[in-house]
């Protein structure tokens, strides 16, 4: 029976590799979070198919697996549902990866397990070029987080589970060459019955940096730069865009935390670019922002602004429903403590990334969900905007925990 | 071009002055509790790593955070003492910063603040990492919270809901919890739905949640009762609401 079921894999893996050509896991490899399936964490996720529907690469022998929307999940908006089974593989990589990076480090998961499911025989496994490393599910080895139990419960419901990356590597494992970053194996259920998991991923050990990183780049090449700049054409127009954004990213294990962005011009009357005239009279061209996630390549977008007579901004050409779909936001000054109709000062959390604002107040999770590191975009209104003048501002992009 | 334009294009160009491409910043940890009696004294320390592409010097300060009311309107600097609030930290290097945090003898309850880093340049954009400390005066503690409200509502995938939690204790809660959505009067168990942890329902104070319940297909038309139920801190709340579910996959509450 054991020997069937590794000419099973061995079958699947080289079926695997003559079949599946695309993989975007590899690429995140390196991160202090490694997404394996979850929509919580930045430049994680899961694969985005040609036909835009998203799927998680995996492999069973029952094929009996799929992605369960909206229904019982441990984050995010969905879980994984899998039926009885031999095994289920998450992602083989096309080729072994170098995972040494995660040395010292952990796997975690979350697993709604079902009695039915025999924990002396099921197990966790983890693959390199030589073959799997298993632990099984009633070993002392895995660890539930927030309970001194160990081993996994199955019990029914939802709990989160950490393995020690050492303990595979104290069993042979090659962190130099792994293929595949978690294998599920001999979870038997009834013909009607599933198990659940959600949020697997693989972190470094603790000494590693969990860092929020900015960068600056220019929207026509992507390339990293020092200034935000605007286009000739701004002059005396109303709002125009900058010619660069911030690229965000948040690369650590945590389900707590807002990203803002608000200005800091220590006035509050300054709610965007100031400068000071001659005759000491102050002069302010109103900004905002506006957050996207990174687009995939066959997507283009413009940022062309149109104001609507409510002040609302949104993207001309792009507005779905009416002229209240705004998807500009007039930045807050820190120092003016009255809230304006559109007064967000949150660009990004758990949620996803703030897209809409006024009556369709909303998050799209795309930011969290694919490799999608979200992007803010800035724009000044330069009706006003007089030459021979310097403009400042002072822009804060503040990582909040809870 | 006139000459007036092409000055103002100069400036424009510069309104904007970044020191920085790339910038990014790492506070460990970022959630601190700390449990401790009246009159104790806590000692932590943070780590700050900085991943700019230069030599950065951060700025520490300090903010009030939730508190129980019951607590002396005190300032936060004379219960969470730093030595220095500056630190120059090299490209890729990191810090230590320690603190003390003095639990007063008169503290009850929780008591938070918000210690925010940010990075001292003259730089047009800077990064603020603000993470907060708790502090829970132990035997003090009184728990009291319960589910104030549920609202139930229709999306694109199925059904949603709203919920708010009411926290009248003296300490913070990090519910987590789950939902059972049972057919009318209870007969039978459709589904269990996991409630996670996210962020904390402050004392005295009350926060929403909305999260996906149930997906479309998985519920036909008919009358059901779903049951909240939500734990945080060895306690449990309780509270159901019946909903209709039309033929349409419209959610009506009853």
Known sequence: MRLKSYLIITLLCVFTLLFATEFIFAGNIGRTVYGVYTETYNGVGLYDDSAGNDKVTFYSDTWNIEANYTIDKFEGIKSLQVSSSTYVCFVFFNGAQNMSAYEGGKIYFS????????????????????????????????????????????????????IELSNFVNLGLDLNNITCPLILTNTTIGNDNFYLIDNVYWTKASSATRAFNVTVKNISDNEECDDITWAQSAYRKSWIAAEQYIELDLDQESTNWTVNIYLNNSSSTRNGLYCVDSDGSEIVLPMAWRVRPDLLSSEKFTLLIGENDDGGLYDIGKNPTGTDWYTWVPIKEINNETIQEYDYVTVWNLRGIHTVVKYHDSYDTLANYYERKPKIYFAADCSNAIGGLTYNASVVTELVYE | MNKMMKKFLLIIGLIFCFNFAYAGLSVTPSVTNVFGEQGSTYKGKYIVRNTYDHPITIKIGLDKGNTFSGNPDVDVKSWLKFKRTKYDIAKDGQVEIPYEAHILSNMKGSVSAKVEFSVDQSSMISISVVVPIYITVTGTENIDFNIDSINLFSSQNGIGYKLTIQNNGNVHIRHTGQIEIYTKKKKKLVKTVYIPETVPTYCESKRDFTDFMIGKDEIKKGKYVAVFKVNALGKEAVKEIKFKVTKHGEVVTQ
């Open chain 1, 111 to 162: 697993l709604k397990c079902p009695i039915e499911i025999s924990t002396d025989s099921a197990g966790i496994k983890i693959e390199d070029t030589s073959g799997a490393k298993e632990i099984k599910f009633n070993s002392s080895l895995i660890k539930r987080v927030n309970s001194t139990e160990t081993g996994i419960d199955n019990n029914g419901t939802w709990h989160t589970y950490y």
